[in-house]
């Protein structure tokens, strides 16, 4: 199982900083999280590639701009590697290191041995063959199998 990935607005308590904020599971989100205005921009949606989230935070947030022009709104990631814990968000971050961010996120996560997109909640074996190779999806995993039987037939 891998982490999820949210976009969420904040109002950050007590300085009443607003942002959004793309986090690496709930956990790590900031505590002022406000309710979801915007659904339809994936606001609160559980993902697991963390560049889509880092994109929805984007689009939040200039959302939010528009019907907020009074208000100054950052962006900001949050994540769960090694001395990020409980680290107030990074103030200073702007669209473009969220999504270098994210993208550093999306490049250590395991692929699909067939297909090459990410692996999801669940995760393929085939149990056919030997094999460590994992898939994201079965089908993947029957097209790795009739590849891997066409391979040894050819050999005989
Ligand atoms: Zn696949």
New binding site residues.
């Given amino acids: 199982m891998s982490a999820q990935y949210y976009a969420n607005r904040i109002l950050s308590w007590p300085d009443g900083d607003t942002f959004v904020e793309v986090s690496e599971g709930i956990d790590a989100a900031d505590p002022g999280r406000m309710g979801i205005k915007y659904p339809h921009l994936h606001e609160g949606w559980a993902f697991d590639d963390p560049v889509e989230a880092a994109e929805a935070g984007i689009k939040i947030a200039n959302a939010w701009s528009q019907d907020k022009p009074d208000l100054e709104i950052g962006i900001t990631a949050q994540g769960q590697l090694a001395g990020e814990m409980g680290m107030r968000a990074d103030d200073d971050m702007n669209e473009g290191d969220v999504m270098a961010w994210a993208q550093k996120r999306k490049d250590i996560m395991p692929k ?6 990410l ?1 999801g909640e669940v995760t393929y074996y085939n149990s056919d063959f030997i094999s460590d190779d994992r ?3 079965e ?2 995993a029957e097209q790795a199998y009739s590849e891997w039987l066409m391979d040894n037939e050819e050999e005989e």
């Fill in positions: 699909c041995a067939y297909c090459g997109d692996i898939y994201d999806k089908f993947c």
